[in-house]
């Protein structure tokens, strides 16, 4: 592990995410490029940025956008593992 690792890893807060259909703990950033997104190890955090991947999911965005949102909040509704996540991180 990193120095920069160590001492951010105090910083970050832990939260509880969905990994599949599982329930897992995960680090919130509160620093760099990725600040306030979920990530599964605290490096990520400050990870270089993969473009190709972002201009894929802008594009994907553009196209479906409103469906995945509609998808999201229903399955956010619906699935016993997104309604447990919403409870314990209250």
């Known amino acids: ?3 920069r690792e160590l001492t951010n890893d105090l910083n970050e807060k ?6 599949g ?13 990725r600040k306030g997104r979920t990530v599964s190890n605290v490096g990520q955090c400050f990870a270089a940025p993969d ?13 479906l956008g409103t469906r995945m949102a509609r998808k999201s909040k229903k399955t956010k509704r619906t699935n016993p593992a997104s309604k ?7």
């Open 51 to 63: 473009v190709k991947a972002r201009n894929k999911l802008k594009i994907t965005k553009a196209r």
């Open 14 to 19: 832990q939260v509880w995410a969905k990994r």
């Open 21 to 33: 259909s599982k329930v897992v703990r995960k680090y919130r950033c509160t620093t760099g490029p």
């Open 1 to 3: 592990m990193k120095l």
């Open 84 to 90: 447990m996540v919403k409870s314990l991180n209250r």
